[in-house]
């Protein structure tokens, strides 16, 4: 992390960003997401790895988010909306056969994981019709 670029104030406001994205203390906010990812990308900085770390984290905490039944479903559904968002910006980051070969890992995970998870709503919505 570039932390000798940011402020503690930075670093933790981008870790309060996180607590609240993860345990969904505010589900019905969803500019919550992208403001996280704004100030978590500011404190990645230039180099390319920086970059792409943060961008897994990211990619990873929305994925965490989306598996946990305990956290509101829209809210849920709100973060599998956004982890295109690392995602992409992983893709465009990618310039070797590993990282290319690492974002194509991640595609594949969240098509699993949005099937999955699609599924379970459709359950979901059917138990309780």
């Keep these: ?3 000798s670029s940011c402020s503690k104030a930075d670093i933790r406001q981008v870790h309060q960003l996180r607590q609240k994205i993860r ?5 019905d906010n969803p500019g919550l997401i992208y ?3 704004q100030a978590d990308n500011a404190l990645a ?3 390319t790895e920086q970059r792409r770390q943060h961008c897994i984290h990211q990619f990873q905490l929305l994925m965490d988010v989306v598996s946990d039944d305990y956290l509101p479903v829209h ?3 709100t973060c599998l909306d956004s982890v295109s968002i ?5 893709k465009c980051l990618a310039d070797d056969t590993q990282s290319v070969t ?6 594949s995970e969240l098509r699993t994981l949005s099937h999955y998870f699609q599924h379970s709503l459709s359950c979901y919505d059917q138990h309780y019709s």
């Design 86 to 90: 690392p995602l992409c910006t992983l």
């Design 102 to 107: 690492r974002v194509r890992q991640l595609f």
């Design 23 to 27: 345990h969904a203390q505010e589900p």
């Design 1 to 3: 992390m570039a932390e």
């Design 75 to 77: 809210w849920r559904n």
């Design 35 to 37: 403001q996280w990812i």
């Design 45 to 47: 900085g230039y180099q």
